[in-house]
């Protein structure tokens, strides 16, 4: 028989302190002598006990736990701003939780309602969808990126998505290119960066030619870009509306028979692990995903220790910067 684990009173008795103080200590209770607090924390680490949180809840007590929505896990979009998530959540202790749109849609299971029944101290809501959620008025929620529709009276904290689109465009102007294709998709980055992109080509006199309408992804990007070359063999430069889309892009443009960025040039959205990879090297937009994300939790984190909320929502733009490497060149003469 495996041995009993250790209970609030063990560690209590290890540490000479009483039960609610072992209770005070564990819910991170500013009332609490430092001295007390680290023998109890030592009495704990050494007994390997852990606290209930299910008994937390029931009791009304807070989880110190933030939930945090995504569209989907394989979108290497949200590495660097859970990386901002975590490092703006670690000074206060807090644990965070992710919830994907997709693990669960075979059990029609909303996500933000799994996190709320978890009893989160508060959401980042990094995704899609969510424009009638209906959230419980103690429980603040910041919304992470741009959307597509965002409920009523939250705050926003975001990359400049338009200002990413911009740069990528003018990027590719510069260099002499004016045959220029913007493979893209559904959502509210893409459509932001497409609306951008489309004003900036307008402006300087070139014909806009945009394709895509599916999800951001590779085998988007890879269709797109073959069937606008084939459609628009003039074509010398592709704007792809993220790093994952670029990379249909240069297979597409490759698989015609040409080269990067000699015949045609590439440039991604996203500064993604993909876009560094000495392998492609790929010219993109940094959106500052990790200040996105440090941010967002600063807010939330600043919204849970509030007694009352701000009387108008905060909307907060970073703005990206362009990233230069080798898949955009001049076109040939």
Aim: cysteine-free; hydrophobic content about 45%; aromatic content about 2%.
């Amino acid at each position: 028989m495996s041995p009993r684990p250790p209970t609030i009173i063990d560690v209590a008795t290890r540490a000479g302190v009483s039960k609610s103080l072992v209770s005070m200590v564990m819910r991170d209770d500013p009332g609490v002598s430092p001295a007390r607090r680290s023998a109890v924390l030592a009495a704990a680490a050494d007994l390997g006990y852990r606290p209930n949180r299910a008994a937390a809840i029931l009791a009304g007590t807070r989880t110190r736990t933030i939930g945090v929505v995504v569209d989907d896990f394989r979108n290497p979009w949200y590495v660097p701003m859970l990386d901002g998530i975590r490092a703006a959540l670690a000074p206060h202790g807090l644990r965070l939780t992710l919830a994907d749109t997709r693990a669960n849609e075979h059990l029609g299971s909303s996500p933000l309602d799994d996190l709320l029944s978890l009893r989160v101290d508060g959401v980042v809501l990094a995704a899609e969808g969510f424009a009638d959620a209906v959230v419980p008025a103690d429980v603040p929620v910041v919304v992470a990126g741009e959307r597509a529709t965002v409920p009523s009276g939250l705050d926003v904290v975001a990359s400049d998505e338009a200002a990413g689109g911009r740069s990528a465009t003018a990027h590719l102007l510069e260099l002499g290119h004016r045959h220029i294709v913007h493979v893209t998709g559904s959502g509210g980055p893409a459509a932001a960066r497409r609306a951008a992109a489309v004003e900036r080509m307008v402006a300087a006199g070139v014909t806009p030619v945009v394709v895509g309408d599916g999800p951001t992804a590779e085998a988007t990007g890879y269709e797109g870009t073959r069937r606008a070359l084939a459609e628009h063999p003039d074509t010398t430069a592709v704007f792809a509306a993220n790093d994952v889309m670029a990379m249909g892009a240069i297979a597409a443009v490759r698989d015609a028979g040409l080269r990067v960025p000699e015949d045609v040039s590439v440039i991604g959205h996203d500064e993604t692990p993909l876009a560094g990879s000495p392998l492609v090297r790929l010219t993109t937009v940094d959106p500052h995903n990790d200040e996105v994300g440090r941010l967002a939790a600063e807010r939330l984190v600043r919204l849970i220790g509030a007694p009352t909320p701000d009387a108008a929502p905060l909307r907060l733009l970073v703005p990206p910067s362009l990233v230069v490497r080798s898949t955009t060149a001049p076109p040939r003469p």
